[in-house]
């Protein structure tokens, strides 16, 4: 049967609608690009980009997740890099140059300082006595506080946050009663993670910012930062740290890559698996690793650094993806799970599990 236009006015439109279908599918057609060794990026230098329409991802899927991420009140940016190359940039605030607040993404950063001091034999492991840094404790249970129980939040150190306007931060932070024995609980404490880069300070002789700077930033690409520090001059172990995206995802793909750049150990591939393992079990699929949060997705293992408001990143090996995003620092409620749920319900989901993994 064929159908019968009794004038061009209609013929017309109906012509454009199908020339508009066929250029979006087209659109979305998948396209190979050569492969790269996603595995073995230099990562100081700029990211390649990509496709959405590349082979491994749903585009549609895809798009309309970014989308709906883009809709959420709060959002300022999101990047994704798969295979090694960036498919998603997109902004609702700032650009590529734009120093956000990661607020408690900082957390993992400092992870990542104590396993390349313990790769340097600075620190023997992180199982040692915080009583070896601060020797004017007299609380014996403070004393048998460990590093590793400051990594999982198991410490019992009070979670008060006006440590960064104390003359003394380590003395104030030590000196609240602690909420439960150390190793016994798990309970959040910025605090106690900043008594971390204390012991950095008093173990290196440098600070947080300038141990990152030589041992991790600058072996990266990482050198547009801010860093707040406290009034004795040591930066914020719970949060302060100011990026940009492209270098929230660089930190990821260095996970990634099990530690590595082009080649080169910047921490050992033990110290990866090990810090963003699941070491405490909220559920059967959530957890926490060393200041890493840990979850599954279809039985993947999957880890995150998260902070406050809705800032992450996230890095799924088994699809060889990475995720940053960035927002508010003044979310609307319940703002940060919508995020999280978009990303790895849908976002995650986008992307196939490479055939070479």
């Not at 798969?82 to 650009?95: A, M, T």
């Not at 506080?145 to 306007?165: A, H, P, R």
């Not at 002789?205 to 004795?232: C, P, R, V």
């Not at 949060?293 to 990143?313: C, D, F, K, L, P």
Request: hydrophobic share 40%.
């Amino acid at each position: 049967m064929y159908l019968k236009f009794r004038n061009k006015a209609v013929f017309q439109p109906v012509l454009l609608v199908c020339f508009l279908v066929l250029v979006s599918c087209d659109d979305y057609q998948e396209e190979n690009e050569p492969v790269l060794d996603w595995q073995n990026l230099e990562l100081s230098e700029g990211w390649q980009k990509g496709k959405i329409n590349a082979e491994g991802i749903d585009p549609e899927k895809l798009d309309d997740a970014v989308e709906q991420v883009k809709a959420l009140e709060g959002f300022y940016g999101i990047g994704i890099v798969y295979k090694g190359r960036l498919v998603i940039e997109e902004y609702s605030f700032g650009d590529k140059d734009t120093q956000f607040p990661v607020w408690s993404v900082t957390k993992s950063f400092i992870s990542a300082l104590f396993g390349q001091m313990i790769d340097q034999g600075l620190l023997k492991d992180e199982f040692i006595s915080i009583d070896e840094f601060f020797p004017q404790l007299t609380d014996e249970t403070k004393k048998l506080i460990t590093v590793s129980q400051l990594l999982t939040m198991t410490s019992g150190i009070k979670d008060d946050l006006s440590y960064m306007y104390s003359p003394t931060p380590s003395s104030y932070i030590l000196g609240f009663e602690l909420d439960f024995s150390p190793g016994s609980w798990w309970a959040y404490t910025s605090a106690g993670t900043h008594i971390l880069s204390i012991i950095l300070n008093k173990k290196t002789n440098e600070t947080a910012n300038d141990y990152a700077m030589e041992h991790l930033f600058s072996k990266i690409g990482i050198t547009n930062y801010k860093w707040e520090a406290d009034q004795q001059g040591n930066h914020n172990g719970g949060y302060g740290l100011y990026l940009n995206l492209q270098d929230m995802l660089r930190f990821g793909h260095l996970f990634l890559q099990e530690g590595k750049s082009a080649g080169q150990e910047i921490i050992s591939p033990g110290w990866v698996n090990k810090s963003t393992q699941k070491w405490i079990n909220f559920n059967s699929s959530d957890g926490y690793g060393y200041l890493w949060w840990t979850t599954q997705i279809n039985s993947e293992h999957v880890y995150y650094a998260a902070g406050y408001g809705g800032q992450y990143i996230m890095v799924v090996p088994t699809r060889a993806l990475v995720i940053a995003a960035t927002s508010s620092s003044r979310p609307v409620a319940g703002y940060g799970n919508d995020l999280r749920s978009i990303i790895i319900n849908e976002i995650v989901t986008s992307f196939s599990v490479p055939i070479d993994n």
